[in-house]
């Protein structure tokens, strides 16, 4: 059974990396909010891709933008590339696993689009096909990665935002990814509509 104080230390380290990432990673984040609120605002679309729970990530944000973050407001054009099953299958099977995201950027993305590419370790075949196709296609990049960024790090260009957890562990990389996307969903709203966002 587990014990209270293996739990305290769940809580604790989450936190303490929570506190020690945010200097780090204000300065990114509101890079990529302004990126996101330029591509909205000239009327692009975000499309959003990633593997595990970088997948759940992907839909929880375009949930937020789609529908509401904490404030009634416009639906705002996102697109989680992660969740129709068919489309997934069908690539996986006749091209492969590597291809699933990097066909519906080409079908999908456009010049402007911004595309949220998030991979805990920075090396997920797919995404970086993503990638890649999403530059073809003179989209922005925005990648959340953990570690040292791995190959994603290295792919992406000046143009582009790079959030990188500074961490080893995926669960504590991803429960920091999820409070980025919070504060990419508020900022969004403050940058479109104004206020504090809590009106």
């Given amino acids: 059974m587990m014990t209270n104080q293996r739990i305290l ?3 604790r380290e989450s936190a303490e990396l ?3 990432a945010a200097s780090q990673l204000a300065e990114p984040i509101a890079q990529a909010i302004e990126l996101m609120f330029m591509a909205l605002s000239n009327g692009n679309k975000i499309l959003a891709c990633g593997n595990g729970g970088s997948a759940a990530d992907c839909q929880h944000f375009a949930a937020e933008l789609v529908g509401r973050f904490e404030r009634e407001r ?18 996986g099977n006749d091209y492969g696993y590597r291809d699933i995201y990097s066909k519906q ?4 993305g456009q010049s402007g689009d911004v595309l949220l ?6 090396n997920s075949a797919n995404v970086i096909a993503a990638i890649e196709a999403a530059m073809e296609r003179d989209m922005r990049i925005v990648a959340l990665t953990g570690n040292d960024g791995g190959a994603i790090g290295r792919q992406i260009g000046h143009a582009d935002v790079h959030i990188c957890v500074p961490h080893e562990r995926t669960a504590r990389i991803q429960e920091v990814h999820l409070l980025t ?10 940058a479109l509509f104004g206020g504090d966002g809590n009106d």
């Fill in 181 to 190: 996307v919070h504060c990419l969903c508020d900022g969004i709203d403050v």
């Fill in 105 to 108: 950027v080409q079908a999908f």
């Fill in 117 to 122: 590419a998030i991979s805990t370790s920075g």
């Fill in 74 to 91: 416009l639906p705002l054009p996102a697109l989680a590339l992660t969740t129709d099953s068919s489309i997934l299958t069908a690539v």
């Fill in 18 to 20: 929570k506190m020690q």
């Fill in 9 to 11: 230390d769940h809580f």
